[in-house]
Protein backbone atom coordinates (compact mmCIF):
# COMPACT_ATOMS: atom_id res chain seq x y z
CA UNK A 1 0.00 0.00 0.00
CA UNK A 2 1.25 3.34 -0.76
CA UNK A 3 0.16 6.91 0.45
CA UNK A 4 -0.63 9.36 -2.82
CA UNK A 5 0.39 12.99 -2.36
CA UNK A 6 -3.28 14.81 -2.65
CA UNK A 7 -1.35 18.41 -3.30
CA UNK A 8 0.21 19.15 -6.61
CA UNK A 9 1.34 21.95 -8.82
CA UNK A 10 1.22 22.92 -12.27
CA UNK A 11 2.72 25.73 -14.05
CA UNK A 12 0.01 28.68 -15.63
CA UNK A 13 0.34 28.85 -19.44
CA UNK A 14 -0.50 32.62 -19.65
CA UNK A 15 1.67 33.87 -16.35
CA UNK A 16 4.42 31.29 -15.90
CA UNK A 17 3.80 30.90 -12.71
CA UNK A 18 3.68 27.88 -10.34
CA UNK A 19 0.18 27.30 -8.87
CA UNK A 20 -0.88 24.74 -6.44
CA UNK A 21 -4.12 22.06 -6.01
CA UNK A 22 -5.41 19.74 -4.15
CA UNK A 23 -7.42 16.46 -4.68
CA UNK A 24 -10.73 15.29 -3.30
CA UNK A 25 -13.22 12.75 -4.23
CA UNK A 26 -15.40 16.07 -4.72
CA UNK A 27 -13.13 17.74 -7.54
CA UNK A 28 -9.32 19.64 -7.38
CA UNK A 29 -9.55 22.69 -5.76
CA UNK A 30 -7.13 25.85 -6.06
CA UNK A 31 -5.45 27.58 -7.20
CA UNK A 32 -3.32 28.31 -4.10
CA UNK A 33 0.00 30.46 -4.25
CA UNK A 34 2.04 27.84 -2.19
CA UNK A 35 2.37 24.42 -1.22
CA UNK A 36 1.66 24.87 2.20
CA UNK A 37 -1.23 26.93 1.70
CA UNK A 38 -2.78 24.35 -0.47
CA UNK A 39 -2.05 21.53 2.44
CA UNK A 40 -3.53 23.53 5.09
CA UNK A 41 -6.80 24.26 3.01
CA UNK A 42 -6.78 20.40 2.32
CA UNK A 43 -6.63 19.95 5.89
CA UNK A 44 -9.76 22.29 6.67
CA UNK A 45 -11.64 20.94 4.06
CA UNK A 46 -11.26 17.09 5.66
CA UNK A 47 -12.06 18.73 8.96
CA UNK A 48 -15.37 20.39 7.40
CA UNK A 49 -16.18 16.97 6.04
CA UNK A 50 -15.71 15.33 9.18
CA UNK A 51 -17.34 17.64 11.41
CA UNK A 52 -20.06 17.37 8.96
CA UNK A 53 -20.33 13.57 8.86
CA UNK A 54 -19.39 13.68 5.22
CA UNK A 55 -17.82 9.81 4.79
CA UNK A 56 -17.04 10.83 0.83
CA UNK A 57 -20.01 7.50 0.04
CA UNK A 58 -18.53 5.03 1.99
CA UNK A 59 -21.00 4.40 3.96
CA UNK A 60 -24.07 2.45 2.14
CA UNK A 61 -26.55 3.67 4.89
CA UNK A 62 -25.80 7.16 3.33
CA UNK A 63 -29.54 8.59 2.03
CA UNK A 64 -30.15 11.93 -0.04
CA UNK A 65 -30.43 13.69 3.07
CA UNK A 66 -26.84 12.80 3.41
CA UNK A 67 -26.38 13.52 -0.02
CA UNK A 68 -27.82 16.83 0.25
CA UNK A 69 -25.95 17.58 3.78
CA UNK A 70 -22.51 16.76 1.29
CA UNK A 71 -23.48 19.29 -1.14
CA UNK A 72 -23.70 21.41 1.33
CA UNK A 73 -21.03 21.09 3.21
CA UNK A 74 -18.96 21.27 -0.12
CA UNK A 75 -20.86 24.54 -1.06
CA UNK A 76 -20.25 25.87 2.55
CA UNK A 77 -16.26 25.88 2.49
CA UNK A 78 -16.11 27.12 -1.13
CA UNK A 79 -17.80 30.16 -0.12
CA UNK A 80 -16.14 30.63 3.26
CA UNK A 81 -12.57 29.82 1.82
CA UNK A 82 -13.11 31.05 -1.84
CA UNK A 83 -12.06 28.18 -3.64
CA UNK A 84 -12.27 27.22 -7.09
CA UNK A 85 -13.29 22.97 -7.90
CA UNK A 86 -12.76 21.94 -10.95
Known amino acids: ?16 TTEWYFQAREGNAGPF ?7 LKLKQFIKACIDADDDGGRNPKNTDAAKQAKKQTLLDFKITDQINWY
Do not use: H, I, L
Not at 1 to 16: I, L, Q
Not at 33 to 39: F, G, I, Y
Open 33 to 39: QTKQSAE
Open 1 to 16: MFKADRVYSEKNPRTG
